[in-house]
């Protein structure tokens, strides 16, 4: 038999069973053994839990995600449930109504999922690759960085600041990804340099 | 936060004002209702609308948007004239006794040198009186009318109860019921807790609120104490982690300074940060800047960086303004002086002031670049939805790049919560299509730009070409990597200053904490605060023991707690000065007659004996501010200002426009109704509600099917005066734009009394865009006016004008 008979399938089978012979035919205990053998998996048994911490507000809860295939392993992993972490001081397992959603947040149907570009006063974007998109971006931030750079203040003390091109940092970045964004913003020199904590 | 989510369990009153934590901070909100059940705590609510969080409250009280310094003056004045001041503590932690100069003053609603012209002080008399010894000079008895004590008493004294009814609307029976409740806690006994939001920041003066608070907490000794604290609940998982790396214009890590152009060199940067005590025999922590300042710029230029160059000091840009904060930023945009802008995940179109001026704004760039996640506002910003984003979509030439970022499902590293806590998480799904890490987009780009320096030369490539980025793979830092390089590591070997034969670190080992940074080009850190986060013995922001000795609140072996994994900030304050326990049942670190010690790390060396050593040492006091001289620009006490737009004139002065040293651009004044202009009679506030976080939870179906459509709240009588049915809809205008939506009539929101007038106010959620799962809606910006904070440039969300009617129906676009 399949074993990934769902239960409601089980029943239907076992009743067809009925009709052909009988239940007492099968005997109890084959029912028992058969119903055993036909029980769905705890569908989190099979998953790889990864610890998290909820990336909306400043509580920080504790999540543990549950992923069908392991980053780690370096498996395509999918994430299938989230729940909060009973072991994390500050919610001790407990989420929100927004925490208690986040997985249709990672799944959310207006995710981005490849480089796009929009030309002046076109009405769409176009589909673009990472090395078109980040080639572009390369040239015109060298070009505006070479034609606007300010080495000197009028006084002639050396200022090196770059105030035409400006850079507006997240909210929910990790401390690494702002850190590197730091030491590339800074030694370009720019500084219109923000992050959400402005508003 | 000065302490921690957890710690909340120790206080016995909750004073929640400026923010509503049971809808926004939900989990956290949970240890407010801890100490309510396990230790008989109160919970006191001070809102303009009765919140959820008001609604499990033990009191609450009604105030008007952008009033809250009144109050806040007015409970000084109250624990003043009722004698509820932790004397002790006000007299040995506080500079109450230091004597100010006698040119210092306030009249008219102003601080002595108030110049109109340039909108600024001349803050030179807002200082103390030295000594030729070059010590602060006191009066330990505050007897002399010139100490703080007494010009702080004659400050507040204008703030009576019948003065903050007239101004705040607040009934002030109400008032004196939550200043009798606060003041129980000037027992060195009784604890209470602040707890705030944007609430207060989001205002013209709003680190005047806070500071406000802050003096009352002082006041009553509950700072530094278990259950105690300012309390700043933060509003996204990682800005406190975002501003603490220095995100910002002016910032370098660690809350250190990028120069000045004043600041021609590095001498002369450095001899504005000695940080010289002013008491004798005190610590004064800043001392060591020079030691993080040398770290840092070792971290960014490595070897390129050195005492000869003055560590490489001009490769750092020096700045012409205070800051090219956002705001400037969008103001240089539409005079079209900016042509490339990024946004990593922001969402700048709904997130900052002026809708209008916003996409005019962007229409300007040349280029503008999105990271992020989700299709956000900000990258469709040239896309017309009709009356939600009425734009000239050929007429807009600006070139749009949007990249697919990761979301932390799918990214390992720190953020750090509102208590300081660095935790790490780890990546448990595969990103979707071509969505990328963050740190790999960055260091492409980069990577492209150093090769085009490379090729070709160009203008100073110096500061690019010499970076340092000794990455195992330089198109992929992980996060490991830049992990390590925050926490600081030897150069060469470092020895133990007390003991030169004693190593602390050998050359390349990761340092233990900022104890062992160096100005001598021997240490490296990009982030000295971060300190002791990955040292020799591995990640201790992954720490993972739960285990709680005593039950205190503290967790100190989970995840890592900067600065050098301490829970609770100026912990050294609970004690005495004699280095005992304020409340013995509360104890957190006390004095054993030899160090410190306890279930904190102290904030204080282990070995500096109380009474010597005062326990604010990041102060060259010593001791903490009720008068805090020239350190912010709109004046060393708190005086009531107006918002940029009120229905009342400022009663001290009604010539003074908001906060008289806010920058103003002309086209943002331009823009502002007049003080009591008739045709925007109602005060108008943003709010979040707890289904939804900003504007990412939209494009979840879940929380869009939860609240699914924007409205404006407001009372039962403006529904009545102006015939606006339950679910109608609506039409909302300030000077500045219109919305559109349906109306939420409550009994939540009740008009005010205010210097006479009756003043209704509308509450406007912020959850909706043009983009998403959920209906097409507005968010408050297409209200709200460009104006922020005169220290922080923070915008005036919180308080402005607007007029409102029933609307037929929605236009059709």
């Known amino acids: ?199 | 936060m000065t302490n921690s989510w957890t710690d909340i369990k120790n206080t016995d009153l909750v004073v929640v004002m400026g923010g509503n934590a049971a809808e926004a901070h939900p989990c956290g909100f949970k240890w407010v209702t801890e100490a309510k059940a396990r230790r008989g705590a109160k919970l006191i609510v001070v809102d303009p609308r009765y919140t959820r969080t008001a609604s499990v409250s033990d009191y609450y009280a009604p105030i008007r948007p952008g009033s809250d310094i009144v109050f806040l003056m007015g409970l000084i004045r109250w624990m003043i004239e009722n004698d509820k001041v932790q004397w002790e503590y006000v007299r040995n932690y506080t500079n109450a006794s230091y004597l100010v100069k006698d040119e210092f003053g306030w009249s008219d609603g102003l601080f002595t040198g108030y110049d109109e012209e340039k909108r600024d002080y001349d803050k030179s008399s807002w200082d103390y009186k030295m000594g030729e010894d070059g010590f602060v000079q006191t009066d330990p008895t505050l007897q002399d009318p010139r100490c703080v004590w007494n010009l702080l008493r004659a400050h507040v004294d204008v703030y009576t109860p019948e003065f903050v009814e007239r101004i705040c609307g607040t009934p002030a029976d109400k008032f004196l019921t939550i200043a009798a409740m606060i003041g129980e806690c000037s027992s060195p006994t009784k604890t209470m807790t602040s707890m705030y939001a944007l609430g207060w920041t989001q205002h013209s003066k709003g680190a005047q609120n806070i500071r406000g608070m802050a003096m009352l907490q002082l006041i009553l000794g509950n700072i530094g104490v278990r259950g105690g604290g300012m309390n700043a609940l933060r509003g996204h998982s990682n800005i406190q982690g975002l501003t603490d790396i220095g995100l910002m214009s002016n910032l370098i890590p660690g809350y250190l300074n990028i120069p000045t152009e004043k600041e021609a060199d590095w001498t002369t940067y450095m001899s504005t940060r000695e940080f010289r005590p002013i008491v004798p025999g005190q610590i004064s922590y800043w001392q060591n800047y020079s030691k993080f300042m040398v770290s840092f710029l070792k971290a960014m230029w490595g070897d390129a960086a050195t005492a000869e160059n003055d560590w490489a000091y001009h490769y750092l840009p020096k700045l012409d303004v205070p800051a090219y904060d956002a705001m400037r930023m969008f103001e240089l945009m539409n005079h079209g002086k900016v042509n490339i802008y990024f946004c990593q995940g922001f969402n700048p179109i709904l997130s900052f002031p002026d809708r209008g001026k916003m996409t005019e704004a962007l229409s300007k760039l040349k280029m503008l670049v999105v990271m992020d996640p989700l299709a956000t506002e900000t990258s469709h910003f040239w896309q017309n939805h009709g009356i939600h984003n009425d734009v000239d979509t050929a007429s807009i030439q600006t070139e749009v790049l949007e990249l697919p970022t990761t979301c932390f499902a799918e990214d390992e590293g720190a953020l750090v919560n509102s208590g300081r806590w660095l935790q790490w998480h780890w990546a448990g799904a595969t990103p979707p299509g071509q969505a990328k890490h963050d740190t790999w987009i960055m260091a492409q780009i980069w990577t492209r730009v150093r090769q085009l320096y490379q090729d070709e030369g160009g203008v100073f490539p110096d500061p690019i070409l010499n970076l340092t980025w000794d990455y195992a793979d330089p198109g992929e830092p992980m996060p490991d990597e830049l992990a390590r390089e925050m926490n600081g590591r030897a150069l060469a070997t470092v020895y133990d200053p007390a003991d030169p034969t004693k190593v602390l670190a050998e050359a390349g080992q990761q340092l233990g904490g900022f104890a062992q940074y160096r100005d001598d080009g021997s240490t490296m850190g990009g982030c000295w605060i971060y300190s002791g986060s990955w040292t020799e013995a591995g990640n201790m922001m992954a720490r993972r023991d739960n285990t709680d000795p005593d039950d205190t609140g503290a967790y100190l072996n989970w995840a890592f707690s900067w600065p050098a994994n301490r829970r609770i900030l100026y912990n050294a304050a609970s004690c005495d000065p004699q280095g005992k326990p304020w409340d013995p049942s509360r104890k957190i670190v006390e004095w054993t007659g030899e160090k410190w010690e306890g279930y904190d790390v102290p904030d204080m060396p282990v070995t500096a004996r109380p009474g010597e050593v005062r326990p604010f040492i990041m102060n060259p006091e010593g001791v903490s501010r009720l008068f805090s001289r020239g350190m912010m620009r709109d004046g060393p006490f708190p005086t009531h200002m107006e918002p940029f737009e009120a229905p009342i004139a400022n009663v001290f002065n009604a010539r003074m426009r908001g906060n008289p040293v806010a920058r103003v651009f002309e086209t943002d004044a331009n823009q502002l109704a007049d003080i009591g202009d008739p045709e925007f009679p109602c005060v108008a506030t943003s709010y979040r509600l707890t289904e939804h976080f900003h504007y990412w939870t939209k494009h979840n179906p879940v929380n869009a099917a939860l609240q699914p459509e924007f409205f404006v709240e407001i009372s039962e009588e403006l529904a009545a005066e102006r015939g606006i049915a339950r679910g109608g809809s609506v039409r909302v205008w300030s000077k500045r734009g219109q919305v559109w939506a349906k109306a939420v009539v409550t009994k939540r929101l009740r008009p005010m009394q205010i210097d006479g007038k009756t003043v209704h106010v509308i509450g406007i959620p912020l959850h909706w865009g043009f983009m998403g799962s959920a209906r097409k809606g507005f968010g408050p910006n297409s209200l709200t006016y460009q104006i922020g904070d005169a220290n922080v440039e923070t915008p005036e969300f919180k308080a402005f004008m607007v007029n409102i009617e029933p609307a037929t129906e929605e236009p059709v676009a």
């Open chain 1, 1 to 199: 038999m399949n074993i990934d008979l769902s239960r409601r399938g089980f029943l239907r089978l076992a009743g067809a069973g009925v009709a052909a012979t009988s239940l007492g035919a099968m005997g109890f205990g084959g029912a028992e053994a058969a119903e055993q053998a036909h029980v769905r998996a705890f569908k989190l048994a099979t998953t790889t839990e990864t610890r998290n911490t909820c990336p909306y507000c400043s509580v920080a809860c504790g999540i543990i995600m549950y992923s069908k295939g392991d980053v780690k392993a370096g498996e395509t992993a999918e994430l299938i449930h989230i729940e909060g972490d009973a072991d994390h001081p500050t919610n001790r397992g407990t989420l929100c109504p927004k925490g208690a959603a986040l997985k249709d947040f990672v799944h959310a149907p207006t995710r981005l999922t490849t480089p796009r570009h929009r030309a002046a006063g076109a009405a769409e974007f176009q589909e673009i690759t990472w090395e078109e998109a980040l080639d572009k971006i390369a040239r015109a931030l060298k070009d505006d960085r070479d034609a606007n750079f300010i080495q000197a203040n009028e006084a002639g003390v050396p200022v090196n600041r770059w105030t035409t091109t400006g850079f507006l940092a997240a909210s929910a970045t990790t401390n690494e990804t702002a850190w590197l964004t730091y030491k590339t913003v800074r030694s370009m020199g720019i500084v219109g340099f923000d992050n959400q904590a402005r508003v």
